[in-house]
């Protein structure tokens, strides 16, 4: 349909070869998989494939995403879960009908973020979108979507390519002959804040896009433990230790299992210092107890010498770990499976490495020691038996729980 109408703009007559979706395309192989257990079964070749896609192929066109169109008043908003993006993010689509999200470098590897900046106003980092992709599957979640490094030509991968009159009016060329662009949203639309190629190639992370919402429709929810965006004033988790009392006598965290999964996704931004989560998606075909997305993980490892425990606030305060999320710190505490060895040994695998640098690994280990710690306080306080949940016995799935896509 696309390449149709493209045509009929240029007023070309002359019959072309339709382009055919290919059942066997990572990117769909890739969303076909996703389960009750998560966005991709351990050991996809799919995720392996489309990985490699993501890095090599052709990009077609590049836009704006929906959610910075939303913000510009100039999209569909119902396609999206919630407005948002304050930072320069574009979609790229591929050769093979596939797309990503590209996020490009914003801060240095070797830079940490200052310690007067507030955390929702900190850098976006590719390289950490990548890491959190690598350290979510070690941890086994499943929950973040395959990313992967790449060097964009900005020039003939972004602004060649794009028809948006917006998106080209925002590049131009630096004192130094570098090609640049910035971001057109209400927030930092200056050519202060715009990113630079090198004169034309810049890194970036690529993340796979979730299937549409008409197919796989998601809910936005507000994080019961989210912080205060001002200067001043704190929410109340932050001021009254027993929060978690009444987090519990509220739908949906009263039963089942989303506080488990709410403490999952706070030990997941503790191990990458990540305070930005004031929202958790999900998909609405899983029900209450669906896994939660982890996504929009830029503004972690920012600072590897600080260790922020307000981010394990769920956890100390509820005292709940799942047993299978227990099992597995426990294992990359063990010396011959260090946590930080097999993220080094894993990152390895991205054309853009090394993505950390070596006192990001080490505060891995660090911070892994500081959550086993507040689980064996809570052990101590309450008893194994209630504070460890036991969700080592899962259900077989049946089949119609798969996300179903027609073409």
């Not at 950490?128 to 070690?138: K, N």
């Not at 039963?255 to 030990?267: E, H, K, P, T, V």
């Not at 597995?328 to 011959?336: G, T, Y």
Request: proline content about 6%; overall charge neutral; some cysteine.
């Amino acid at each position: 349909r696309r390449h149709k109408l493209y045509r009929e703009e240029l007023n070309l007559t002359s019959p072309a070869a339709p382009l055919l979706l290919r059942p066997e395309a990572s990117w769909l192989q890739f969303q076909l998989g996703i389960s009750r257990d998560g966005l991709y079964p351990r050991s996809s070749p799919a995720v392996n494939r489309l990985l490699r896609d993501m890095q090599g192929f052709t990009t077609i066109s590049a836009d704006y995403s929906q959610d910075e169109k939303a913000l510009l008043g100039a999209c569909d908003c119902s396609q999206i879960v919630k407005p948002s993006g304050v930072h320069l993010k574009l979609v790229l689509r591929f050769q093979d009908f596939g797309k990503a999200m590209f996020k490009p470098m914003r801060q240095k590897r070797e830079e940490e973020t200052p310690e007067d900046f507030f955390y929702f106003v900190d850098f976006q980092r590719h390289n950490a979108e990548i890491a959190a992709f690598h350290l979510d599957r070690i941890l086994d979640f499943r929950r973040v979507p395959p990313t992967v490094g790449r060097l964009i030509n900005v020039t003939k991968e972004i602004l060649e390519v794009t028809k948006n009159e917006i998106l080209q009016s925002v590049f131009f060329v630096s004192p130094a002959s570098n090609v640049c662009f910035f971001a057109k949203c209400p927030y930092m639309c200056k050519t202060e804040y715009a990113v630079c190629g090198n004169p034309h190639l810049l890194e970036g992370s690529l993340s796979a896009f979730l299937p549409s919402l008409n197919l796989a429709p998601r809910l936005s929810v507000p994080n019961p433990w989210i912080r205060s965006y001002s200067f001043d004033g704190k929410e109340e988790w932050e001021v009254n230790p027993l929060y978690c009392h009444t987090v519990r006598e509220i739908y949906p965290y009263s039963n089942g299992n989303r506080l488990l999964n709410i403490i999952d996704m706070a030990i997941f931004d503790f191990l990458i210092g990540n305070m930005d989560r004031h929202h958790y998606e999900m998909f609405t075909k899983f029900g209450d107890d669906g896994f939660l997305l982890h996504l929009d993980n830029a503004r972690g490892f920012g600072r590897h010498s600080h260790d922020e425990t307000s981010i394990l606030a769920p956890l100390s305060q509820c005292c709940m770990i799942k047993r299978t999320t227990l099992l597995r710190l426990q294992l990359l505490a063990e010396p011959e499976y260090q946590l930080s060895d097999v993220m080094r040994e894993s990152l390895l695998q991205d054309p853009l490495a090394p993505i950390l640098t070596e006192p990001h690994l080490l505060a891995l280990d660090r911070r892994l020691q500081l959550i086993l710690k507040a689980v064996r306080k809570c052990i101590d306080t309450y008893g194994e038996a209630k504070v460890v949940a036991n969700d080592t016995m899962q259900p077989e799935v049946p089949a119609s729980d798969r996300v179903k896509l027609t073409t």
